[in-house]
């Protein structure tokens, strides 16, 4: 009997000591000044629990945070919110050209994040993802993988590939935010929707490069957008396709007097001219010139641009509508 007892009470103490007290939806805070309850943002997504059917913020008070961070798959439904978005910083500094320890070997454009999103229904506010580095190679401010994707009001800052949307077929929402770079600096295969956000380009590049596949039916839409210019900027391209069906969709967009006339570039090679799906709707500004964009870009029609809503690019078979 005393030994029975005796298990029950190890069982006991050890179901009190596995529970953590983080496995709730209260919000958790993180200050490097030590008066949260963590001092980095990667000891907070530490303790939230795997697959979290429950909404769970991390509030991170003012500060630059020096963190390379991934949101691992098993983590969702978490909301990382800033208290200042100019004065909340994740930071980084990683570029492409940097040598691996292990291998001696450069890093390469995919391993440069300041902060990887693996997991689903991840939500970003009030918040600025940035990769400081040197102008030495690509580096990645902003990598996603996940699906069903929020950015509020956030700043990603970085050089080329700022914003890599790196999995075919999730969904990204990006309402209210600053994007900026230098080349390429949105680039990949996701579906993504840009709602009255500031996209400024700092050099003569390339704004987006999408890889969009040839069966996904949605890329990259820009809607009520501000394409503006920094540093040297006098002629950007809209796009250039980095794998032939790349879609990409400008609408009810200002578009500032650095943007080409022809607007889009092929990557040299003219059979990505059949195949790109390049499209304008209602844009305005100096840099809005319809008719001498190249021929293979089309300018929808009204009709055409009344489908093109977040119901229709979202929803897909679970209904998904991001909150507005």
């Known amino acids: 009997m005393k030994k029975l007892l005796l298990l029950l009470a190890i069982m006991v103490s050890c179901a009190a000591s596995a529970a953590s007290k983080y496995d709730n939806p209260d919000t958790i805070v993180v200050s490097r000044d030590g008066t949260g309850e963590f001092r980095t943002v990667d000891e907070a997504i530490e303790v939230c629990r795997a697959f979290m059917d429950y909404h769970k913020v991390i509030f991170v008070k003012n500060g630059t945070y020096k963190e390379k961070l991934i949101i691992p798959s098993w983590v969702q439904n978490i909301e990382i919110c800033g208290e200042d978005v100019n004065k909340t910083i994740i930071t980084y500094d990683d570029h492409a050209n940097i040598k691996r320890p292990e291998t001696g070997k450069p890093m390469g454009t ?68 600053y994007i900026c770079g230098t080349t390429d600096f949105i680039f990949g295969p996701s579906t993504a929707w840009f709602e009255d956000c500031t996209i400024e380009s700092l050099i003569n590049s390339y704004v987006t490069a999408a890889s969009t596949p040839k069966d996904q039916p949605f890329g990259y839409i820009f809607n009520n957008c501000r394409l503006t210019a920094g540093g040297q900027a006098t002629k950007v391209y809209l796009g250039r396709p980095w794998r032939p069906y790349a879609y990409t969709l400008f609408m009810n967009c200002q578009l500032a007097g650095h943007i080409n006339a022809e607007g889009w570039e092929n990557w040299r090679n003219p059979e990505n001219e059949k195949t790109a799906r390049y499209m304008e709707y209602n844009n305005r500004g100096e840099g809005a010139q319809p008719k001498q964009r190249v021929a293979w870009s089309r300018q929808l029609s009204k009709a055409e641009a009344a489908k093109i809503t977040l119901q229709t690019v979202f929803a897909r078979n679970d209904n998904w509508i991001p909150l507005q």
């Open 110 to 177: 995919f391993r440069t994040y300041t902060l990887k999103i693996e997991g689903n229904d991840i939500t970003l506010k009030n918040i600025t993802i940035e990769n400081n580095s040197a102008r030495l190679g690509q580096a990645v401010a902003l990598h996603t993988e996940g699906d069903r994707l929020v950015f509020i009001n956030c700043r990603f800052v970085g050089h080329q590939d700022t914003v890599y949307t790196g999995l075919a077929g999730t969904r990204l929402y990006f309402k209210g935010c």
